[in-house]
């Protein structure tokens, strides 16, 4: 099974500032097969990023994604107020499809 | 726009199965360019992919939960179903019904999810 490690556990920004988030799976996975969510307190996660780098439809382009291998990032340019949350890397490249443990994006 | 809705019973005891049914309105079941899945998410944690199933009726399950899952397909009602036999405690979770698109595109649109709770 592919453990997807997720960093950090909390990250305490403003508004305004730029987040970084990271994804590093246990073992190389094909970036094509490397997806981001976002989940907000009593809400279904919303899909951010597929293939490590597509936006997903109607999400702003201050959403980012990079990465190859063993090590994937989830950049926001500017943190917006509606950006603080949970996010979630999973990946279909190796059966079973797992998910990260998450990030939770937290207003300092 | 696409829609999902989870039915079920919010309440399954131990050792019985959980039996969940989601409703797709707004887009075809039947779509060769989509996957119907399930996923859940224990409470206060992260999320387990249980399994999706194609139109052609072929799934995939999560290997931990294979014995115990099956996930179906009814067409002309535009809806596919979640069957997990033998539950406990730790089956307890909000389970969420998604499309995904071709394999690998992640889910874009998600039921609103429905709390199942095992407990006597």
């Known amino acids: 099974e592919i453990v997807l490690t997720q960093s950090p556990g909390t990250l305490s920004l403003s508004p305004g500032e730029r987040a970084t988030l990271s994804c590093r799976p246990s073992?190389?996975?094909?970036?094509?097969?490397l997806v981001w969510y976002q989940q907000k307190p009593g809400q279904a996660p919303r899909l951010l990023i597929y293939?490590?780098?597509s936006r997903a439809t109607g999400i702003p382009d201050r959403f980012s994604g990079s990465g190859s291998g063993t090590d994937f990032t989830l950049t926001i340019s500017r943190l917006e107020p509606e950006d603080f949350a949970v996010y979630y890397c999973q990946q279909y490249d190796t059966s079973p499809i797992t998910f990260g443990q998450g990030t939770r994006l937290e207003i300092k | 726009q696409v829609q999902l809705q989870e039915s079920g019973p919010g309440l399954v005891k131990p050792s019985q199965t959980l039996s969940l049914t989601c409703t797709v309105s707004g887009g075809s079941i039947s779509s060769r360019d989509h996957y119907w899945s399930w996923i859940r998410q224990l409470p206060g944690k992260g999320l387990e992919y249980i399994g999706y199933i194609y139109f052609s009726g072929r799934t995939l399950y999560n290997p931990s939960l294979r014995s115990r899952v099956i996930i179906s397909l009814d067409t002309p009602k535009s809806q596919f179903s979640l069957k997990l036999s033998s539950v406990s405690a730790a089956d307890t979770a909000v389970y969420y019904c998604?499309?995904?698109?071709?394999?690998?595109?992640?889910?874009?649109?998600w039921g609103q999810g429905t709390l199942v709770t095992v407990s006597s």
């Open positions: 998604a499309r995904e698109g071709s394999y690998g595109r992640g889910a874009d649109f």
């Open positions: 293939g490590a780098s």
């Open positions: 073992q190389s996975i094909s970036r094509s097969f």
